[in-house]
């Protein structure tokens, strides 16, 4: 009963290094979404996608890009690691994109910036 | 814009006191409320929901009414317990022109359960 899987959970990086962190999930869900959590900020909405093949921008997309090439997977990219991307990073998923439905979590993957 | 506010924290109650956080929101049309709770080292988890005017959703003990005239979804409970601790975030998911109802979510509202 896996849900959402995010890796890695946890990643120190130097400013300038690239990485990419995936999110999985095995509920055939159509939407998957990328926030991002600060202290005090609650969460906020990075990138999502409505479908396989499919990205759009959400609140703060900057320095971040996504790509959605199977269902299952959900990729965020940082090209060139910034100190102010570090955070606590959160992939959800849900079955559509309809405004009564839930969304499901994984575990946050925390992402340092030296 | 649609947004929400709710109380700050962090709260700390003894066990088996009785428990509000609040939350309003702005929205334009007709959002539908949740509250999701982040256990320690977790992912933040749907606690429960409320879809139009009037509804109550509850879960676990804990229950929250969606006030449209107040815009307000204040989440209760009415005696806590230690395994309670956790953050608790107000959220609104709304639909309108090209959103894909998206989640807006409060700033979050930690709480301490002591024995």
């Known amino acids: 009963n896996a849900g959402v899987t995010q890796t890695p959970k946890f990643r120190v990086l130097k400013t300038g290094q690239s990485m990419t962190l995936l999110c999985a999930q095995d509920?055939?869900?159509?939407?998957m979404y990328w926030y991002r959590q600060d202290p005090g900020m609650g969460l906020r909405l990075i990138h999502y996608?409505?479908?396989?093949?499919?990205?759009a921008k959400g609140e703060v997309p900057d320095g971040y890009n996504v790509s959605r090439l199977k269902k299952q997977n959900f990729l965020l990219g940082l090209e060139s690691a910034a100190p102010s991307q570090t955070s606590v990073y959160f992939c959800?998923?849900?079955?559509?994109?309809?405004?009564?439905?839930?969304?499901?979590f994984g575990d946050g993957t925390r992402l340092s910036i030296l | 814009g649609n947004s929400v506010t709710q109380m700050e924290g962090p709260v700390t109650l003894s066990e088996e006191a009785f428990l509000t956080i609040n939350c309003t929101y702005t929205?334009?049309?007709?959002?539908?409320l949740f509250w999701y709770v982040q256990y320690p080292g977790e992912g933040l988890q749907l606690l429960l929901k409320?879809?139009?005017?009037?509804d109550k959703g509850s879960n676990k003990g804990f229950e929250a009414t969606y006030r449209k005239e107040t815009t307000s979804f204040h989440l209760e409970k009415g005696s806590v317990q230690v395994s309670d601790s956790a953050v608790y975030f107000c959220?609104?998911?709304?639909?309108?022109?090209?959103?894909?109802?998206?989640?807006?979510f409060g700033k979050g509202t930690k709480l301490s359960v002591k024995p």
């Open positions: 929205a334009t049309g007709y959002p539908s």
């Open positions: 509920m055939n869900h159509e939407y």
């Open positions: 409320a879809t139009k005017a009037d």
């Open positions: 996608s409505v479908g396989e093949g499919t990205t």
């Open positions: 959220a609104l998911s709304i639909r309108y022109g090209g959103s894909q109802g998206n989640l807006i």
């Open positions: 959800a998923s849900s079955l559509l994109g309809q405004p009564n439905q839930p969304q499901h």
